[in-house]
């Protein structure tokens, strides 16, 4: 039974590698197309979606970091002294501060590159 499910774990992933691999060379042939000023118009179009994408992450980012600490908090508060409880809270709390300040970072590298280019 484990061995059945690592070789469909393995499957997956070749699948999952083959896709991209058939998405890199659609694009990459895709992009060719190109108009007056030599840009190509796929790259703009997936280069404007990105920035949304990213836009929209940083603005949910602090509600949700947020939300999930109010979380943590209230586990902790109403875990009444039970020891398992107590360290779910504190792991929910650690993990929502820092996935936070890694979107925060992601944000601040993506702009660095952005001025450099």
Not at 21 to 31: A, H, K, S, Y
Request: hydrophobic letters at 55%; charged letters at 20%.
């Amino acid at each position: 039974m484990e061995r059945n499910k690592q070789i469909n774990k393995t499957k997956n992933r070749w699948i999952i590698i083959m896709v991209l691999v058939i998405l890199f060379v659609v694009l990459g042939n895709t992009c060719l197309a190109t108009t007056k000023d030599k840009t190509p118009t796929l790259v703009n179009k997936l280069n404007s979606i990105l920035k949304k994408i990213k836009e929209y992450m940083v603005k949910l980012a602090g509600p949700a970091a947020a939300v999930s600490i109010a979380t943590g908090v209230m586990i902790r508060k109403l875990s009444f002294g039970d020891e398992e409880k107590m360290i779910i809270g504190k792991r929910v709390i650690i993990n929502a501060i820092f996935c936070y300040f890694i979107i925060l970072l992601l944000d601040l590298i993506i702009k660095f590159i952005e001025a450099l280019v």
